[in-house]
């Protein structure tokens, strides 16, 4: 694949690229291929909590396609920065995580990124290795590289000082970790979303202080979330998570306004640029977006679990929601005593609290045997042979 086609490919999606533009990326794709020299291309994760979403993955599938042009994809683990917690994007203070957290965390990123990238491929560090190591000299000298008027003009910072918010010193430090990161890494491009923009930024600024040639840097859109209108995040409860089974995959995915269609083929299903030309006239012609987006679900099945699967989910999805049948293959519970349902749907993990399953009985969203549970502390009696329904897409069969 010629340079041309491989920057139609890089573009997908990209909302920044500083400084220069594709005009810079290209300049840099063809030296590397005049060098025989790949790109050293970064892409930095916190660790702040156990599972990942569509939305995080948008920048892995941007790292991978570098992967399968030849380039060097490094992946960091923040290790230490997710204990000191990004300000980016936020109004207010991100709590800081113990290192036994971050550790939990980074192995269960680990696993569920390596359903995207080659793994054996990419170059892992992790940034505890040489901030563990930083001295308060080091430190001082690390923040003498930047003045205090270039931090406080993040966005972020400027909207809570405006609004007489607290800002704390350490997330002024943030933006510095993150930029040496890059100084360790010697990256040529590093990746992030929208957010991360004057993280980024920063990273070049650091790289110029220590004599390297500073990198280019690329945004990704965040990607929105299943209501339409906020980005995927697990707070609002409106994303689809790179570990759910293949069915809530399929069955969130058939969920998302029709709007959002293009961006999920562009930014998570990782369509190529002739695929995203089949969608726009499919869309354009008046196709019932119903099949697109059954389309749009397999492809993401596909990715997190297999073909054959996706297939297979497709199938239950039209079972269960136009035939109003339950799946073939249930997961099964067996229960060792009476419990109540909030009990029984909170600790099986069904949903995430008690608070979630009493909206959900509330709202009508449980049912056992086909019949609405509207009090959360009904019984579930010890030998009951039923199915229990949670939300439109979940059921567990209750066995003795």
Not at 43 to 52: K, N, V, W, Y
Request: charge should be neutral; proline fraction near 4%; aromatic fraction near 6%.
């Amino acid at each position: 694949m010629n340079i041309d086609e491989q920057l139609k490919i890089l573009s997908q999606g990209v909302v920044d690229l500083k400084p220069g533009g594709f005009d810079t990326l290209k300049k840099l794709l063809e030296g590397a291929k005049e060098k025989n020299k790949p790109l050293r291309v970064k892409l930095g994760i916190d660790p702040t909590s156990s599972d990942l979403h569509l939305g995080h993955m948008v920048c892995i599938n941007k790292l991978r396609q570098f992967q399968d042009f030849g380039h060097q994809a490094v992946l960091l683990i923040g290790g230490y920065t997710a204990q000191v917690g990004d300000p980016s994007g936020r109004n207010e203070t991100r709590p800081s995580l113990s290192p036994e957290e971050v550790k939990g965390y980074a192995l269960t990123y680990l696993e569920q990124v390596a359903k995207v990238l080659d793994m054996k491929k990419v170059e892992i560090v992790n940034n505890v290795d040489w901030f563990s190591k930083f001295s308060m000299t080091d430190m001082i000298k690390l923040a003498a590289k930047v003045t205090v008027n270039q931090m406080i003009a993040k966005d972020a910072f400027g909207k809570r000082l405006d609004a007489g918010l607290p800002l704390y010193a350490h997330e002024i430090i943030y933006p510095l970790l993150q930029g040496f990161d890059s100084v360790e890494i010697k990256a040529d491009i590093e990746l992030g979303g929208t957010d991360q923009l004057f993280n980024l930024m920063v990273g070049r600024d650091l790289q110029r202080s220590y004599g390297q040639k500073p990198q280019l840097a690329m945004t990704m859109p965040l990607l929105v979330g299943l209501d339409g209108v906020k980005k995927m995040s697990k707070s609002y409860q409106n994303y689809i998570g790179v570990s759910d089974s293949a069915d809530e995959i399929f069955g969130k995915t058939m969920s998302i306004p029709d709007e959002l269609i293009l961006d999920y083929f562009t930014l998570a299903a990782q369509a190529l640029p002739d695929e995203l030309e089949q969608v726009k006239a499919k869309l354009n012609s008046g196709e019932n977006p119903r099949n697109i987006k059954d389309e749009l679900a397999q492809k993401l099945v596909s990715i997190y679990y297999s073909l054959e699967e996706a297939k297979a989910a497709s199938g239950n999805f039209i079972n269960q929601f136009k035939k109003n049948e339950i799946p073939d293959d249930i997961p099964e519970m067996h229960l060792t005593a009476n419990v109540k349902i909030i009990d029984l749907l909170s600790e099986s993990n069904l949903c995430a609290s008690k608070g979630e399953a009493k909206r959900l009985i509330a709202g009508g969203g449980v049912k056992l045997a086909g019949v609405r549970i509207d009090d959360p502390n009904q019984e579930i009696s010890l030998g009951l042979e039923a199915v229990l329904q949670v939300g439109k897409r979940k059921f567990v069969k209750l066995t003795k």
